[in-house]
């Protein structure tokens, strides 16, 4: 049933984008954008489409520089990690034990990590990859529709100083924010909630958690980056004239990269580390660790990614002062570790989520 309305809704986005025919030449080529049809859709989702790379391309994650967990952010934060441990007073080889010992990566909670990496690649291949090919449909569309309504564009040259970091701001500010409320809808909506419960039954948290999700949440997600970066694109095409390309260093955006090296990956770790009054901005990994508790006085809180000012306009924030996560998961107890008991999403046996603001029945 997925698969049906994702070709749906693909099939329908390719018919848009192939019906435009004033600039579309033009507009494609300076966003390094092709058309496609609807065999490209067949040939990159069925399995004998698909290269054994694509499949297999969670073992080549760290080394990936577009990844989180690329090996050069891994050992920048590793290494961070350690001198927090040290500034605990901890013994060299405890602190590496920390890190990297076997009752933390064999724990069942990271086996369940790791499986999902791979179950979920397929399941990306099969029904996300396809929804990624309309992104220039809904920029055209965008464009199209800024044209029809205000006239011609290109008010601005793409020579002008400070148009990609203006770009690359906006695209950044609107992501970053989009993120939040729909972080935010999956804990106050029981149905959304019990396909993100998946990713708050992890005990133990690791950089791999990050990809610990049901391929429902994989959807939702792909789809609020489809509409964000494809209308952002299609406003900046309408307004500029000429190429506009995002600030990137190692292939991702200038945000990220500094978010990544600045200890992006111990958000999901044990390793505590608050960022003291820069939180009301930014938010630390560990508010994210609060976020991740199993305590219920941490519950519904610090929704955001990067910036802290969203989860204070909607009064989420909690600061990683004075605060303390003794423990991990959807609540005080230990939950099951297998792809059986998450495959249909979790629903808690109670009548009221905990972690839900809305009653379930």
């Known amino acids: 049933m997925i698969m049906i309305i994702v070709f749906i809704i693909n099939t329908n986005l390719i018919w848009i984008s192939d019906g435009f025919t004033m600039n579309t030449n033009k507009r494609l080529s300076e966003t390094g954008c092709m058309p496609h049809s609807l065999s490209f859709w067949l040939n990159n989702t069925l399995l004998w489409g698909s290269t054994p790379y694509e499949w297999l391309s969670p073992l080549f994650y760290m080394a990936t ?77 965008s464009y199209r529709f800024l044209l029809q309504q ?56 690791t950089p791999f958690t990050l990809y610990r999700l049901h391929i429902v949440e994989m959807l939702i997600n792909s789809c ?69 508790s199993a305590h219920a006085r941490h519950f519904n809180k610090n929704y955001g990614v990067m910036i802290a000012v969203w989860d204070r306009w909607f009064n989420s924030w909690v600061p990683s002062k004075n605060e303390n996560v003794t423990q991990f998961g959807l609540n005080e107890t230990t939950d099951d570790q297998t792809i059986r008991s998450h495959w249909l999403g979790i629903r808690q046996k109670e009548s009221v989520n905990p972690r839900c603001s809305v009653p379930l029945h």
Not at 115 to 134: E, G, M, R, Y
Not at 254 to 276: D, E, M, T, V
């Open 65 to 141: 520089s577009e990844k989180r967990v690329f090996w050069g952010y891994l050992i920048l934060n590793g290494l961070l990690a350690l001198i927090i441990l040290r500034q605990r007073k901890e013994g060299v080889y405890r602190s590496i034990t920390k890190l990297f010992g076997k009752k933390l990566w064999l724990h069942p909670s990271v086996k369940l990590d790791i499986k999902l990496v791979f179950l979920n690649q397929s399941l990306w291949l099969l029904l996300v990859a396809p929804l990624l090919t309309s992104q220039v449909a809904i920029a055209l569309s």
């Open 150 to 205: 205000l006239g011609p564009g290109d008010f601005v040259p793409s020579t002008v100083v400070g148009v990609s970091i203006f770009y690359s701001v906006s695209i950044f500010l609107i992501d970053d924010f989009t993120r939040f409320y729909v972080h935010r809808l999956y804990h106050r909506h029981p149905l959304l909630w019990r396909f993100h419960a998946v990713h708050h039954s992890a005990t133990v948290l």
């Open 224 to 292: 609020r980056s489809l509409l964000v970066f494809g209308v952002c694109g299609g406003i900046f095409i309408y307004i500029v004239d000429g190429k506009v390309t995002p600030v990137e260093i190692l292939g991702t955006s200038i945000f990220s990269f500094l978010f990544n090296i600045a200890g992006a990956n111990l958000r999901h770790s044990h390793i505590w580390l608050g960022w003291g009054g820069v939180e009301k901005w930014i938010l630390s990994p560990a508010q994210h660790q609060i976020h991740h």
